[in-house]
T-cell receptor
Framework: AQSVAQPEDQVNVAEGNPLTVKCTYS??????LFWYVQYPNRGLQFLLK??????LVKGSYGFEAEFNKSQTSFHLKKPSALVSDSALYFC???????????FGKGTRLHILP | AAGVIQSPRHLIKEKRETATLKCYPI?????VYWYQQGPGQDPQFLIS???????DKGSIPDRFSAQQFSDYHSELNMSSLELGDSALYFC????????????????FGPGTRLLVL
């Protein structure tokens, strides 16, 4: 069975500092991995994905994520945080044979001015 | 760029009533997915359709049904509403017909917030 774990409910980072939001996954086959962001009272916005190829994936708004197969991780990173990055971030996994996306519980990111 | 459109954006119903949520996918997208996000929860997959046929099924209650129409829009019909159905309902769409690799990114709409009183 597929699963995603986001070990931190909340992450606080000072503006201008690098940020990391952690994610680990478990799938039976090769994974499709995603990060989505949700702002208050808004839908889920796609940030980036890993399908195959380079382990470092670059996405929207300066975010990137590193796929690590041996550690089954897909941590989200950004070199310099902005206050506007404050939101709820979901890591998600999709098995190649399934339609559904399995989401983690979400990590609330607070960027402190 | 055009996004997924959902209507209505907000809906208030009484217990035991019915509700219909509509989803209009991104133009040229042929696959539609429905998710339910309860308060403080992660989104849970309900059901999906590809080319008007049910493609996958998740934790959708028997009281709910859905379909995809010839213009690719989809409707989620919810009957005998319960208090626990209060949630944010997302529709997402993707484009599958270019091959397996296209089944990659689901683009989500803004959601319909349903409140059952």
């Amino acid at each position: 069975a597929q699963s995603v774990a986001q070990p931190e409910d909340q992450v606080n980072v000072a503006e201008g500092n690098p940020l990391t939001v952690k994610c680990t996954y478990s799938v039976s086959g090769n994974p499709y991995l995603f990060w989505y962001v949700q702002y208050p009272n808004r839908g889920l916005q796609f940030l980036l994905k890993y399908i195959t190829g380079d382990n470092l994936v670059k996405g929207s708004y300066g975010f990137e994520a590193e796929f690590n197969k041996s550690q089954t991780s897909f941590h989200l990173k950004k070199p310099s945080a902005l206050v506007s990055d404050s939101a709820l971030y979901f890591c998600a996994v999709r098995d190649q044979e399934d339609d559904k996306i399995i989401f983690g519980k979400g990590t609330r990111l607070h960027i402190l001015p | 760029a055009a996004g997924v459109i959902q209507s209505p954006r907000h809906l208030i119903k009484e217990k035991r009533e019915t509700a219909t949520l509509k989803c209009y996918p991104i133009p040229r997208h042929d696959t539609v997915y429905w998710y339910q996000q309860g308060p403080g929860q992660d989104p849970q997959f309900l059901i999906s359709f590809y080319e008007k046929m049910q493609s996958d099924k998740g934790s959708i209650p028997d009281r709910f049904s859905a379909q995809q129409f010839s213009d690719y829009h989809s409707e989620l019909n919810m009957s005998s509403l319960e208090l626990g159905d209060s949630a944010l309902y997302f529709c997402a769409s993707s484009w599958r017909t270019s091959g397996p690799a296209s089944r990659e990114t689901q683009y989500f709409g803004p959601g319909t917030r349903l409140l059952v009183l």
